[in-house]
């Protein structure tokens, strides 16, 4: 049987970082052997599984982990502490802590798979503790996407800041399943949403995430910058879609400016929104991130 007909596979490893359990949900077609790495790091309020492997019924398509297989990579998709089937640590969590996380993950994968190097793809505030990893181990990435990056202008930022003191008080919150397609709306119409997928993501969401860490919001709100573009030497593409509440190319042009690379990348899609690899446009989105870590 040919690799491309064979079906595609989920792996669950663990890891340990700092006396605390991290899980990692990985996926290929055929044997992992020999295949190019990619890593998936989810943002602040779900974790990898639901963001990036989500089942929808009657659209396989969606599972942006299935169709990064079936191009030919060895998916992993990890939860960073406080999220997903991760330890849940007491009192908040940091970008600084996601990032050590990242870097004990990357470790064990080139160790698993007998490689020096990863493909990185960061989402939401995944961009900010990935953009930590990078800056400090660039030797470690190959190539790097930041997809839908926020800065401290962001229109969805500005909107928490009235949530502050709620974030500082608890480590962690609860968010109903109404609330978790909140995230499909904000500046995104109505017509880029399909509710068969948002209600399969709210499903998965609150069964998974029975309490989501309040600590990524408190950093965003009140720590940004939290990267530095100048240090960031690995190739690297921006991607968002149009209607992101969070990215945009007025906020983010300065960062891409200055990315010392002169292998960089500004993408964005139409048709979606914060969410766009669950919208309208996440076909268009699945491509341009294959094509832009085939790039050799």
Request: aromatic share 10%; charged share 20%.
């Amino acid at each position: 049987m040919r690799t491309e007909d064979l079906p595609v596979q989920g792996t669950q490893h663990w890891v340990v970082q700092e006396g605390l359990r991290l899980f990692i949900w990985e996926k290929y077609q055929g044997s992992p052997q020999g295949k190019p790495v990619l890593v998936l790091a989810h943002g602040s309020a779900t974790a990898s599984r639901e963001s990036f492997d989500l089942k929808v019924p009657g659209h396989p398509e969606y599972s942006l982990m299935d169709f990064l297989a079936r191009q030919g990579f060895d998916v992993f998709a990890p939860d960073m502490r406080g999220f997903g089937s991760s330890t849940k640590p007491e009192g908040h969590i940091t970008t600084e802590q996601a990032a050590g996380d990242l870097n004990t993950v990357v470790d064990f994968i080139c160790k698993l798979r007998g490689v020096a190097k990863v493909q990185l793809l960061a989402w939401s505030w995944g961009t900010q503790y990935s953009g930590q990893f990078v800056m400090a181990q660039p030797q470690k990435v190959k190539r790097y996407a930041a997809y839908a990056q926020m800065h401290a202008e962001s229109p969805d930022l500005k909107a928490r800041r009235e949530r502050l003191a709620t974030f500082q008080r608890a480590p962690y919150i609860r968010i109903s399943e109404p609330g978790w397609k909140l995230r499909f709306n904000s500046l995104t119409p109505e017509a880029v949403n399909d509710p068969v997928v948002m209600d399969a993501f709210a499903k998965a969401a609150a069964l998974v995430e029975t309490k989501s860490p309040t600590g990524p919001q408190v950093d965003l709100l009140t720590r940004q910058p939290l990267i530095d573009a100048s240090k960031i030497t690995v190739p690297t593409m921006l991607i968002h879609g149009q209607y992101d509440d969070v990215a945009d190319l007025p906020g983010l042009l300065p960062f891409f400016t200055a990315l010392p690379n002169p292998d960089k990348q500004y993408t964005v899609i139409p048709e979606g929104g914060h969410m766009l690899h669950l919208q309208k446009g996440h076909a268009r989105f699945q491509r341009a991130v294959a094509d832009w870590f085939s790039a050799s």
